[in-house]
């Protein structure tokens, strides 16, 4: 038997290109990949993180950001402990879809499933979004925020490590028994 005290189930969503493979391979493998190719349909991977002496193994959902693939990745967003939302903040496009993003979120996932915004590209030195805009749509939303780079590998781990922690929290647990 596997040694694990919880299994979450994270999905990743946002527009094509903003990073959210290299986000999961970062977390799961330690790379940055050159040369990503767009993903189609969904994707998955697994990493067990320990918070405070407990095993939980996430199941890292990674969605097609593309148009073309939403009705596919929608039904992966119903078993989702929690959504992460992505943008690049390199990039204006992105960050104008996520009430897009997030009415796709309150008609498919679960009310209570823990929504993060993550704003990535944080190496780039042509930021469009300051971090206030982004920390603003968060709190507006009420989603957690945090900047990241898959790139630098910053905030990368501490993201994923957050989540782990948020979700042994009671009341998202009980939720999904
Ligand atoms: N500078 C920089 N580039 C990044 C970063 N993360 C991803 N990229 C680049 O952005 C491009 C798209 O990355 P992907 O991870 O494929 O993007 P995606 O969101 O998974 O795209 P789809 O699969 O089409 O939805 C690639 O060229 C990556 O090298 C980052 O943190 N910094």
Same mark, same amino acid.
């Given at each position: 038997m596997e040694d694990y005290k919880y299994l979450f189930k994270v999905v990743l969503i946002g527009n094509?290109? *903003?990073g959210k493979t290299c986000l999961v391979r970062r977390f799961t493998q330690g790379i940055f990949p050159p040369g990503q190719g767009a993903t189609i349909g969904v994707d998955f991977m697994i990493k067990t993180v320990e918070i405070d002496g407990l095993k939980i193994k996430l199941q890292i959902w990674d969605t097609a950001g593309? @148009? &073309?693939f939403r009705s596919i990745t929608q !039904? +992966? +967003? &119903? !078993?989702?402990h929690a959504l992460i939302l992505v943008y690049d903040v390199s990039a204006q496009p992105t960050f104008d879809c996520l009430p897009v993003w997030l009415r796709e979120v309150e008609e498919y996932?679960?009310?209570k499933v823990l929504r993060v915004l993550v704003g990535n590209? *944080? #190496?780039? #030195? #042509? &930021? @469009?979004?300051p971090p206030a805009v982004g920390e603003a749509f968060s709190r507006m939303n009420n989603m957690y925020f945090i900047e990241t780079s898959a790139k630098d590998c910053s905030n990368v781990d501490k993201l994923f490590q957050e989540i782990a922690r948020e979700l042994i929290q009671v009341e998202h647990f009980l939720l999904f028994q």
């Open positions: 094509a290109g *903003v593309q @148009e &073309r !039904s +992966y +967003y &119903r !078993s989702a996932a679960s009310p590209k *944080v #190496d780039r #030195d #042509d &930021r @469009e979004i």
